[in-house]
């Protein structure tokens, strides 16, 4: 036999059911391994709960804004090189001393960047140092008037260097 007529009397592979379930397991298995790898990275990077109880914080919220907006405090956060500057500013523009500050700098997505920076206030606004990547950051403030009204707020602060 020559190689000719061995290349003749070979007969064409048929797709056959076994072929079409691995083409279907092999696809479908693709999709849900993905599907399973992004679900287990979005619960492993959650934050976490903002508030423990809905209903309560429902509750309390018209009346916790309203104070809070007859402070009539402005915020504004910058980078300057490795520190972060908090501006609190009255209706005026004038700079707020307020009488405690806390802070949560981090990452929306995740928490492993989370730092809790110590602010200090030099007469216009609150330096503290901090290690900033860029791209986007939050400062989830906790300030407190020297009247006693809590001052909450969400800073986005974003870093190009």
């Known amino acids: ?7 003749l009397s070979r007969k064409p592979r048929e797709f056959t059911g076994k072929h079409m379930l691995a083409l279907c397991v092999g696809a ?9 790898y992004m679900a287990t990275m979005a ?10 109880n ?13 104070a809070q907006e007859a402070l009539g405090w402005s915020v504004y956060a910058s980078a300057i090189g490795d520190q972060v500057k908090l501006e609190i500013t009255d209706r005026e523009g004038q700079p707020v001393e307020v009488a405690s500050l806390t802070a949560i700098l981090g990452r929306a997505t995740h928490v492993k960047d989370d730092q809790t ?8 606004a609150y330096l503290a ?19 006693g009204t809590e001052f909450i707020q969400r800073v986005i602060l974003h870093v190009t260097h």
């Open 1 to 7: 036999m020559t190689l000719e007529n061995t290349q």
């Open 28 to 36: 479908f298995g693709v999709i849900i391994a993905v599907n399973v």
């Open 43 to 52: 619960v492993r990077t959650f934050p976490g709960l903002e508030v423990g």
């Open 54 to 66: 809905s209903y309560v914080a429902s509750q309390e919220f018209d009346s916790r804004r309203a």
């Open 117 to 124: 920076p110590e602010f200090v206030f030099d007469g216009k």
């Open 129 to 147: 140092p901090a290690k900033l990547a860029p791209g986007n950051w939050n400062i989830r403030m906790i300030a407190r008037a020297k009247d």
